[in-house]
């Protein structure tokens, strides 16, 4: 029973924090493979969600020109409009 208990009460705090996430950004991201695995998107990862994005657009939404976008640099280009996010 006890264990039951402690059980579920980290299902709620882990519930608790999943809420405050979410409510922290205004749009959430959508999910994208980060096939090499290095943490941000490539033009390549970006155009498994968004096959239309040229290289103009990907360099628009990298704003610090690393030539990669990061999960930051993907929320503000989605806050700002510049790219859509599919319908779920
Ligand atoms: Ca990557
Ligand atoms: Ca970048």
Known sequence: M?????RAMAL?????????????AQTSLPL?????GSGDWS?????????ELTQEGFV????????AVS???LQLAVDNGLVQLPQQ
């Not at 994208?32 to 090499?36: Q, T, V, Y």
């Open 2 to 6: 006890k264990r039951m208990s402690l």
């Open 12 to 24: 709620v705090a882990t519930s608790a924090s999943l809420i405050a996430g979410a409510a922290m």
């Open 71 to 73: 999960p930051e640099e």
């Open 32 to 36: 994208i493979e980060d096939a090499d």
């Open 60 to 67: 628009a939404i990298d704003t610090d020109a690393n030539g």
């Open 43 to 51: 033009l390549a990862e970006l155009q498994t969600l968004w096959p």
